[in-house]
């Protein structure tokens, strides 16, 4: 027999009677908060820098006085054309080494962890948000949602190839737990809090 | 089973016992993960009613784990991922090296798989001139160094800043001297942003697959395994069966007690869902039983098959505060790994379930309510009758059970005892009490807890008749 004839012959056997009940996740996810509050505290606690704006302008003039713009930085929206290459999406992932800046909108974020939930059709390329020095997303404040429960059945059975819930600049502790920004991905995360 | 010398957990923790200062600091490091475990806890008024969740989710699972992994094989084919399965380690690390082989590829990036530790895979593909590169920084240190990780979570929590400066001198050629933790990590992500930019191959780790659709979850903090996985043309993803969870929704339980109990973060920074490949592009998932399916079939510790590997027992247990990671000779360490290796093998691993005191604070802390020191109790039990106990433990765990079956024994033990220790203390503390290694011994009290009821009851008793 194939091992996952056997493996499952096995769990078959051994498994307990079953209990067939699932919980009742509604009772989840009542903790009352201020949404829009919790989510700066949280992202500020992780190493992140929440930006309030108005308008697509004000984060472009954010984006020029605070990154070299004679460096490489990309962007999935065309409202940002002027000071980001839109032009990147098919290229070969490696070649995406040299960038500085990406900025992708987000579908939400959540106030408890400040996590923002990004998939591939709004990434560009997977890899886009992990492999820039920098990287900036932008979540309109109306989609920010208090805890995890809400964001599952936000996303539902959404269809995506990819998707990830981020928190925070990339970091490490496991040099003697001292939090250092910049393992691998990008060394600073700016969430843009649009209107 | 290799025959190779295990050195004793005890043997081991005396040894890791010799440097005090260093000791007394890697309790207090996880112990501070511990504290911020708890303050990340308490932030959440739904915590109590999230771990009871979460556990009759896994209840669920195990109950029905035939059934999910056949709806998660389907889904996860209809997505384009292509599944194999292994009995055991051997199987695994064959899959894994007949993928490298399909693909003529002699260099692998690895993100964090305790999985792939359990299995030795590193080990494996190195006898077969393949070289694996650790990802997480911590794994890359302990890599370097040639060590195993010490923790399922801080994989080099046994190190200081100072060994990790003289590695990376050794092997990166930093600064010497230099043991700035920024600028060691910033010389590291040089280092591996070259090992991802030139990998074709990507192995990663699983925190949980969705048997509805398919998909499987990877945490990290740093970002190493999609950068690993993102830039490569072949992902590999090893799980063993438990991972499984039933639908998508239950991420939300899940991801919510994972990071907090693991180092008190809210969440890690990237929750990342795998579900198809990149167009032209491979992805497998290899799912391993290694004697899961047996300890599913263990009534008394098919519970440990819950864990969600957070690493919280072991912050909390001060047996492994005090001992490291590295006296468990096992994958995992800690309070949950004392309850999974001897299942793996008994003779070779009976003496952890002693190495703990069942004070129960990992069962305290457990995110899915995994009866742990229950578990290590039971497991004694079941050692000692199959004859596996550890020799020092077995002489005076015969004595204690003659001595706990025999009241008048027992009264004359405690009266000899208190005796013994008061007027020859060097008869108690000496090398052949183990429990005396480490321990300075309590004061001897005048009276035993059973003279001071007979006489206190004697009295209330005398008072009620006033
Ligand atoms: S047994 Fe519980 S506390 Fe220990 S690692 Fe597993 S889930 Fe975490």
Redesign the interface.
Known sequence: MSSKGEILKRIKANQPELVSELPDLNLLGSEQFDVLETYKTVLKGIGGDPVEVANYDEIINYIKSNYNLEKRLITTLPELSEIASLDWKAVDPHSLQDVELTVVKAHFGVAENSGLWVTDDILGQRVAPFIAQYLAIIVHKKDLIPTMQQAYQRIGNMEYGFGTFIAGPSKTADIEQSLVLGAHGARGLIVFLLD | MSSEKIIQHSEAATKFNKDVERVNWHDE?LW??RAKRDKSAHQ???WE??R??AS??K??V?????DY??EFEANAQRNGIIVH???DAK?HNEIVHSIMAKHDVKQMVKSKSMLTEECHLNDYLAEKGIEVID????EY?VQLRKEPPSHIV????H???ED?SETFHEHLGTEKGNFN??Y???SA?HS??NT??TRKVALTGVNFAVAETGEFVVCT????A??GA??ADVHIACMG?EKLI????????F??LL?RSA?G??????????????DGKEMHIV?V?NGR??Q??R?DF?NSLKCIRCGACMNTCPVYRRSGGHSYHNAVAGPIGSILAPNLDMSKNADLPFASTLCGSCTNVCPVKIDIHDQLYKWRQVLVKEGHTPTAKTVAMKTMATVLANPTVFNIAGKSGRFVMKNIPGMVSNKMNKWYDQREMPDVPEQSFREWYKKNSRESKEKGNE
Do not use: Y
């Open positions: 490091t501070f993960v959440i008024a739904d009613l999230l009871e969740t009759q989710i209840f669920n195990l109950s029905n784990i035939h992994l056949v399965w292994a009995a199987e990802s997480d920084l911590g240190i801080l994989p080099a929590i190190l200081k800043k990790v933790p920024q060691l990590t910033e992500r591996l942003r991802f930019l903090n740093e970002g190493n999609d950068m993102h830039l069966f039933p639908k998508r929704e239950h991420l939300g339980v991801l919510r990071a180092t973060q809210p969440i890690t920074t990237f929750s990342s869902h795998f579900k198809k490949p990149r799912i039983d399916s047996t599913l079939g009534e098919r």
